[in-house]
């Protein structure tokens, strides 16, 4: 069964500490892997759409790569702005239905 | 260019009862899907809409049903609610059913079942 499974749940950084977020993916087919990033009370944001391995994509302090099994979203120097649930999502066929399998997310909080 | 909207934007049910709940799509944009978030299980998709027509389904019970109209907006009803249906429903629209397309979500219905 495809699955996405999302590290750490949880974690705090300071400001300017950069780090990275880790989305491992088990999918026949990758056709698309999605992150989002979603603030309290609102619904996911489009950040980036990865196809194959080896794929980087950029966007201000954000970037995500690929591999054959994983995902990273890295983030250089980030702001408190940049608090938020960072959730990563595989385009995956089960039972004959296409649809996006979402991992639960991983809560990025960073303090000033 | 407007986002998804949705409507309302929360309810309180009582079980048995039944809801339905509505989203607009981006203009231009054919493809309606409607995913579940709970705190326990995260966003699960429950069925997408392109021209009107039911393209993809997700696991859930058959309670759980939609409709797409012809100008794109689509609707989704809960019916016989149960307490574990309190939950974020979320809709987001794209331009092409099936993916891998950018999904676009708008701010979601919270549902509350007493």
């Known amino acids: 069964e495809d699955q996405v499974t999302q590290s750490p749940e949880a974690l705090r950084l300071q400001e300017g500490e950069s780090s990275s977020l880790n989305c491992s993916y088990t999918v026949s087919g990758l056709r698309g892997l999605f992150w989002y990033r979603q603030d309290p009370g609102k619904g996911p944001e489009f950040l980036f759409t990865l196809y194959s391995a080896g794929e980087e994509k950029e966007k201000e302090r954000l970037k995500a790569t690929l591999t054959k099994k994983e995902s990273f979203l890295h983030i250089t120097a980030p702001k408190p702005e940049d608090s938020a649930t960072y959730l990563c999502a595989v385009q995956a066929r089960q039972g004959g239905s296409e649809k996006l399998v979402f991992g639960k997310g991983t809560k990025l909080t960073v303090n000033p | 260019k407007a986002g998804v909207t949705q409507t309302p934007r929360y309810l309180i049910k009582t079980r048995g009862q039944q809801v339905t709940l509505s989203c607009s799509p981006i203009s231009g944009h054919r493809s309606v899907s409607w995913y579940q978030q709970t705190p326990g299980q995260g966003l699960q998709f429950l069925f997408e809409?392109?021209?009107?027509?039911?393209?993809n389904k997700g696991n859930f019970p058959g309670r759980f049903s939609g409709r797409q109209f012809s100008n794109s907006r689509s609707e989704m009803n809960v019916s016989t609610l149960e307490l574990g249906d309190s939950a974020l429903y979320l809709c987001?629209?794209?331009?092409?059913?099936?993916?891998?397309?950018?999904?676009?979500f708008g701010p979601g219905t919270r549902l509350t079942v007493l």
């Open positions: 809409y392109f021209s009107e027509t039911q393209r």
């Open positions: 987001a629209s794209s331009f092409r059913s099936g993916g891998p397309d950018e999904q676009f």
